[in-house]
């Protein structure tokens, strides 16, 4: 098993967003929809100037209008746009000139060949994001192609069986690293990344 990528989803204080960076994340989602972790895009960009270049900062969106995300994209400085929900083709052709990362953000049953939409990353999640809840990723097992995340309702405890039951190319955590919705836990994160470490 090679090194598995992991997203760490959801962040809106300093301390987490630098727990998650010094713990080894690859990338952190900020969340710019309806949700208890929403933030603003004003919040999103002070929080991602002190991210490194290697790390992927990330914007988050359900259902919003490509105009609606250009705007808080841009006004955010996030550098990958991630698409819940069944957008259109063209959502993502919309996008598509900013020059950012696009992720599509989907359920199991949606076409699951990572580049269909022209996206740059899949994501493969419950059907309801962003609830915790875990879910058979065992069914999703060889059936997305190339890069993709296995999110929904993965812990600290849970991550290596959902590792060895999916085989996704990387991994992407919120409520299991918090201690209540919306409230990020600095030991919860690096015992993610800890254990994703261990097994990739
Ligand atoms: O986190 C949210 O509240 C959220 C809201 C709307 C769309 C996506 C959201 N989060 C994404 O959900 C998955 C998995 O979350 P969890 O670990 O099951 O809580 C992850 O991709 C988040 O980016």
Same mark, same amino acid.
């Given at each position: 098993m090679g090194v598995v990528y992991v997203k760490i989803c959801g962040l809106s204080e300093p301390e987490h967003v630098a727990t998650a960076v010094e713990a080894g994340a690859d990338a952190i989602g900020f969340v710019m929809t309806r949700s208890p972790r929403r933030i603003t895009p004003e919040r999103a960009a002070e929080l991602a100037a +002190?991210?490194?270049?290697?790390v992927l900062t990330v914007g988050v969106f359900r259902g919003e209008d490509p105009d609606a995300v250009r705007e808080a994209a841009l006004a955010s400085g996030v550098r990958a746009i991630q698409l819940h929900g069944r957008h259109p083709h063209g959502d993502f052709t919309a996008l598509k000139d900013l020059g950012l990362r696009l992720i599509r953000a989907v359920d199991a049953?949606?076409?699951?060949?990572?580049?269909?939409?022209?996206?740059d990353l899949l994501l493969v999640d419950a059907?309801?994001?962003?609830?915790g809840q875990p879910w058979d990723? +065992?069914?999703v097992r060889g059936r997305p192609t190339g890069q993709w995340l296995l999110a929904g309702g993965l812990t600290p405890a849970n991550v290596t069986e959902a590792i060895a039951a999916a085989d996704p190319w990387g991994v992407d955590v919120s409520s299991g690293v918090e201690t209540s919705p919306g409230v990020k836990d600095s030991a919860l994160i690096r015992e993610f990344l800890r254990e994703v470490r261990v097994v990739g």
């Open positions: +002190a991210v490194p270049g290697h049953e949606a076409d699951l060949r990572c580049g269909a939409f022209d996206e059907p309801h994001a962003g609830s990723w +065992a069914a």
